[in-house]
């Protein structure tokens, strides 16, 4: 898979590579029990902190998208779920957003201003 | 070297001397060689098989002009081949012709004088000498092959496409490719290792193993690109490793890989000699390198699209550095 980060993004760099494996995972560019690279190399090649990807890793243990097994590495965890709670929030933004009388432009505006 | 002084050294300078080499001792010295003369050694170096001179010289001599006639037609032929046929034609030609030349020579200076062909021994230095001496020489031909015009392979003109990076951004990929063939042929090799061990000499056995070993490291490779280059890990531990630094490559593509037009399955070629090498574990896909000194890097794996946008965004990144990379942004 591909891996992205912005070092110049607000947004904290284990978040980054914590939401990269999320989208590989709904985008299926991850499938369930395929092996992730090892944190140090993945650290190495995108020149952060080993620390940094363990944390992402981590994160995604708990959530249930990883698993970690000491010294066989990190792999999807077989029953791991896609992220979609984004898409419903979406849906009921809009629904939210209409209800209190925007216009389908201003609900765009009011996304863009959040990013 | 030109085109014209490679066909000349491939086609005439080779084989002439090489023959030369094995003709010239064996005809100064035939007078003075026995009737029969030893044509076969046991593992001791006692002779223990024979022949006339001139059949011995019809034998080996026909398996000479076979390997050099080999070396003579890619150096004079102005047909162009797959790329790595000229260069492994050759290098096979020569090492057979150089064989064949050296056993005529060792013949004609170790057994001149000698009474009867049961007295010839044969040195196991000889052999060893004679065999990294031809495997040199195959190397030199397959080396002065891969310089000469070859046909053109498919999809490499167009132009190579490469993702838009930000300065900040840090882009890495990694894919796993395994094949089954390596890991069935390694097992079967082992069980032939493991029955030669118990019937024949122990070294056999042992070069079994060794290769069977091998054979484990073509069932899974892992190839990542990143900012440093693309390198290729081998086997489940994942080592051994090739790399090739970002600043040697000047293109990436992504490439329909046949195996036949690559030398085959496996690692193929040499970067060092053939100018060209591949990675090979089966047919399709793959990512290939054209390098800045015109050789050729190619690996095996699943949607190359990635992993080629990616290195060639960092080759024009690391061609023309930006000044604000690394830079924190002032928004």
């Known amino acids: ?115 | 070297m030109k085109e014209k002084t490679s066909r000349s050294v491939l086609g005439i300078v080779i084989p002439v001397a090489v023959a030369a080499i094995g003709l010239v001792p064996y005809r100064a010295y035939r007078s003075d060689l026995p009737d029969r003369i030893a044509s076969h050694f046991g593992v001791s170096g006692r002779a223990d098989g024979s022949m006339t001179p001139e059949v011995f010289l019809v034998i080996v001599g026909a398996l000479m002009a076979i390997g050099l006639g080999a070396c003579v037609t890619m150096g004079v032929t102005r047909r162009r081949f797959q790329p790595m046929v000229a260069p492994s034609v050759s290098a096979v030609g020569a090492f057979f012709g150089s064989v064949s030349a050296g056993i005529l020579a060792i013949t004609a200076i170790s057994q001149r004088g000698l009474e009867q062909w049961q007295d010839a021994t044969l040195s196991p230095w000889a052999v060893i000498a004679l065999i990294i001496g031809s495997v040199a020489l195959a190397g030199l031909a397959a080396w002065i092959a891969s310089s000469l015009p070859h046909q053109r392979q498919a999809g490499t003109d167009a132009a190579p496409p490469a993702i838009a990076l930000s300065p900040g951004e840090r882009v890495f990929w990694s894919a796993t490719l395994s094949a089954r063939w390596p890991l069935v042929l390694g097992l079967a090799i082992l069980l032939v290792g493991l029955a030669l061990l118990l019937i024949t000499e122990l070294w056999i056995g042992l070069v079994m193993l060794g290769i069977s070993i091998l054979m484990t490291f073509f069932g899974r490779i892992r190839v990542t690109a990143d900012r440093s280059g693309l390198s290729v890990r081998y086997g489940v531990l994942g080592w051994p490793r090739r790399s090739i630094p970002i600043r040697r490559i000047a293109a990436a593509r992504a490439v329909d890989i046949r195996p036949t037009e690559w030398g085959g399955w496996g690692y193929r070629g040499s970067l060092a000699i053939m100018r060209r090498a591949a990675v090979v574990l089966r047919a399709g896909p793959g990512i290939r390198l054209d390098l800045r000194d015109g050789k050729v890097f190619a690996v095996t794996i699943d949607d190359p699209e990635d992993p080629v946008r990616l290195l060639n965004a960092e080759i024009s990144r690391h061609a023309a550095p930006n000044p604000a990379s690394g830079r924190e942004s002032i928004f």
């Not at chain 1, 940094?52 to 590495?73: I, K, N, S, W």
């Open chain 1, 1 to 115: 898979m591909l891996w992205k980060i912005d070092t110049q993004s607000s947004q904290p760099l284990h978040e980054q590579l914590a939401g990269q494996v999320r989208r590989a995972i709904a985008t299926r560019a991850l499938v369930e029990g395929e092996k992730l690279p090892p944190a140090r190399e993945v650290a190495r090649g995108l020149g952060v902190n080993m620390h940094t990807v363990l944390r992402a890793f981590q994160t995604l243990r708990d959530e249930g998208l990883l698993e970690v097994r000491r010294g066989r590495g990190t792999s999807v965890a077989p029953d791991a779920q896609p992220v979609t709670r984004h898409v419903e929030l979406a849906r009921s933004l809009v629904s939210e957003a209409r209800r209190a009388g925007l216009e389908d432009r201003e609900i765009l505006q009011l996304v863009e201003v959040q990013l």
